[in-house]
Nanobody, 121 residues
């Protein structure tokens, strides 16, 4: 099994910053892409940021210029540094990790439990 444990969410005022982390553990041969999604009440889940094994980053337009995704492969951990937070960033944030559990096996998708980010005005 593979487990993702998220941390770093909380309450912050507009303009503040938070850093989310997501650590993967379990049966992992390698990790490909890692990313962050978020879901606000009554809204569909949306992509926030993705980082590939090579370090290529893609961001949602709403996150571009404010958020930074980075990873520590030695720790199987992905981070999301969120600056200049705004109330519209309020959501449950989920990490997503694409895992190869054994050499030559298929890619599997795992999700974290979610961490609440609340930004007050």
């Amino acid at each position: 099994q593979v487990q993702l444990v998220e941390s770093g969410g909380g309450l912050v005022q507009a303009g503040g910053s938070l850093r989310l982390s997501c650590a993967a553990s379990g049966s992992i041969f390698s990790i490909n892409a890692m990313g962050w999604y978020r879901q606000a009440p009554g809204k569909p889940r949306e992509l926030v940021a993705v980082i590939t094994t090579a370090g290529t980053r893609n961001y949602a337009d709403s996150a571009k210029g404010r958020f930074t995704i980075f990873r520590d492969n030695a720790k199987n951990t992905v981070y999301l540094q969120m600056n200049s937070l705004q109330p519209e960033d309020t959501a449950v944030y989920y990490c997503n990790v694409d895992v190869v559990r054994a050499s030559g096996s298929s890619l599997l998708v795992y999700w974290g439990q979610g961490t609440q980010v609340t930004v007050s005005s």
